[in-house]
């Protein structure tokens, strides 16, 4: 059983920062891309940004400049630092993982998401 649990998420004010992390955890052998989606009322989950397994980020173009992915492969962690936020950045945040999972010597790859944490951006 694999688990992507999120935290960090909440409410600040245009031009303020926040910082969202995401822990994988269970029978793990491998993680390889993780990312960050983000779904706001009415709208399509879109990509927000993603990282290889050897550290190398792709953003969306709507957050380049101003977020950063990065992640900790020791802790099976994925970070999302948002700096000089937007209004438009209000979302629920989803995590996202393509794992490699181990149960009774069977291995398997799963592309798995979090529940989602919230993100509000007040003007």
């Known amino acids: 059983q694999v688990q992507l649990v999120e935290s960090g998420g909440g409410l600040v004010q245009a031009g303020g920062s926040l910082r969202l992390s995401c822990a994988a955890s269970?029978?793990?052998?491998?993680?390889?891309?993780m990312g960050w989606y983000r779904q706001a009322p009415g709208n399509q989950r879109e990509l927000v940004a993603t990282?290889?397994?050897?550290?190398?980020?792709d953003y969306a173009d709507s957050v380049k400049g101003r977020f950063t992915i990065s992640r900790d492969n020791a802790k099976n962690t994925v970070f999302l630092q948002m700096n000089n936020m937007k209004p438009e950045d209000t979302a629920v945040y989803y995590c996202?993982?393509?794992?490699?999972?181990?149960?009774?010597?069977?291995?398997?790859?799963?592309?798995?998401w979090g529940q989602g944490t919230q993100v509000t951006v007040s003007s």
């Open positions: 996202n993982a393509d794992i490699v999972a181990y149960s009774s010597a069977v291995y398997r790859r799963t592309d798995y």
């Open positions: 990282i290889t397994n050897i550290g190398r980020p």
């Open positions: 269970g029978s793990i052998f491998n993680i390889n891309n």
